[in-house]
């Protein structure tokens, strides 16, 4: 974990409440997809946790949904701008489960941690395949960013205006070997109940901290409590429990 100024170096709309912002700094401590950055805005208390979207050597990329005061601050950031920003934070994805045809899941605002894991798993496996689900066509983004990494990409819309109409687990292909999945609970939820083979998935929870003191943020598992943001954001399927 590491606390370091970065500058914006882009910030734009992809969407009209979805954002992609580019920071320049010291990307060392950046290291697994899945990972996540914490920043601090001024006037908020709290910092605000954004999984990585891509990461380079001089830079870390975010995309995130406007859906409050921090982040609707944050959509108004300009090129320039100087941020505190923690990285090196959470458990992110293991490559080496994948086997030979991953399968990479996502909804929403849960889409881009999985496109730093998709540059990845497309280095070392013969087929990665991602299916991204959204509301509406409005909603879509990062379509071809994975298709020009050579992905075989698939859409759904709940309202059938683009792609294939329903939900993620309505366009789930055959033969994938493991899979990975971010997204709203209730998403992940069913994605549990839809697959068929071992796989990882990314959760999204409030946090305090950021980093593993408050506690904030913990969950129950078969083995106990985990923290979201420390043992989590992401969790392997054979120790998920669902409450309620």
Same mark, same amino acid.
Do not use: H
């Given at each position: 974990?590491k606390?370091s100024?970065?500058?914006? =170096?882009?910030?734009? @709309? ?13 990307? *060392?401590?950046? #290291? ?39 982040? %609707? ?10 941020? *505190?920003? +923690? !990285?090196?934070? #959470? ?12 399968l ?13 894991? @998709? ?9 990665? *395949?991602?299916?991204? #689900?959204?509301?509406?066509? &409005?909603?879509?983004?990062? %379509? ?11 859409? &759904?819309? @709940?309202d ?8 993620? !687990?309505?366009?789930?292909? %055959?033969g994938?070997?493991?899979?990975? !999945?971010? /997204? ?23 946090? /305090?901290c950021?980093?593993?003191?408050? +506690? ?6 078969? *083995? /106990? ?6 043992e ?7 120790? =998920?429990?669902?409450?309620?």
């Open positions: 974990m606390d100024i970065f500058r914006v =170096i882009e910030n734009r @709309a992809l969407t009209p409440n979805i954002f992609k912002m580019r920071l320049c700094g010291d990307v *060392s401590e950046v #290291g697994q997809p899945g990972q996540f950055i914490n920043i601090k805005l001024d006037g908020c208390y709290l910092r605000r946790p954004l999984s990585v979207y891509d990461a380079d050597p001089i830079s870390v990329t975010v995309i995130y949904k406007v859906v409050g005061r921090g982040t %609707e601050i944050m959509s108004r950031l300009k090129n320039g701008t100087m941020l *505190s920003v +923690m !990285t090196g934070l #959470g458990n992110g994805f293991d490559i080496m489960a994948a086997g030979e045809r991953p990479l899941i996502g909804g929403g605002a849960g889409v881009p941690p999985l496109y730093l894991l @998709a540059k990845k798993l497309v280095e070392r496996c013969s087929k990665v *395949s991602v299916v991204l #689900g959204f509301n509406t066509i &409005t909603d879509v983004f990062c %379509e071809e960013e994975f298709k020009r990494l050579g992905c075989e990409v698939t859409v &759904t819309t @709940a059938g205006s683009y792609g294939v109409k329903g939900f993620v !687990t309505d366009a789930l292909p %055959e994938y070997t493991y899979f990975y !999945t971010c /997204g709203p609970e209730a998403m992940l939820k069913a994605v549990f109940d839809s697959t068929g083979t071992s796989g990882q998935f990314s959760f999204e929870e409030r946090m /305090g950021g980093f593993g003191a408050c +506690m904030g943020c913990s969950c129950k598992t078969v *083995s /106990g409590y985990k923290r979201i943001c420390k989590g954001p992401v969790l392997k399927k054979e120790e =998920i429990t669902w409450e309620g």
